[in-house]
């Protein structure tokens, strides 16, 4: 959180965080150390929440393909214009209850030839 904080994502008001933009993005490519930070928070947040938030109210799925370089690329395109398009239907939002993270990993489980 203090990353987020330090970036001016995020404020605490009334002892609760609230975040400043009405959704972050991030550069998937991005290898920056802070970036990379926040992905490790989020994805040990993400492994807490497997057993901690009751699966009505949090969504977990996995697919394992075998992929050529083109259906890779076809994929990361996919998932990028995926992430743009769920920030400009949550741009819309007007009502916010909570805060959801959506995690997005997409990389090889075998060595690449």
């Known amino acids: 959180m203090q990353n987020l904080e330090y970036l001016d994502l995020i404020e605490m008001k009334y002892n ?3 975040r400043k ?3 972050i993005d991030t550069d998937p490519h991005s290898f920056a150390p802070l970036l990379r930070g926040y992905h490790k928070q989020m994805l040990a947040r993400a492994t807490e929440a497997v057993d901690s938030i009751s699966s009505d109210k949090r969504s977990l799925g996995a697919l394992t393909l075998p ?3 083109s259906s ?3 994929i990361e395109k996919r ?3 995926l992430r743009t398009e769920l920030a400009a239907l949550h741009a819309k939002e007007s009502n916010s ?3 959801y993270q959506l995690n997005i990993q997409f990389f090889p489980l075998l060595g690449l030839k």
């Open 16 to 18: 609760r965080w609230i």
């Open 21 to 23: 933009d009405l959704a």
């Open 72 to 74: 890779y690329e076809l």
């Open 67 to 69: 992929l050529s370089r």
């Open 97 to 99: 209850e909570t805060v």
């Open 79 to 81: 998932l990028s214009d």
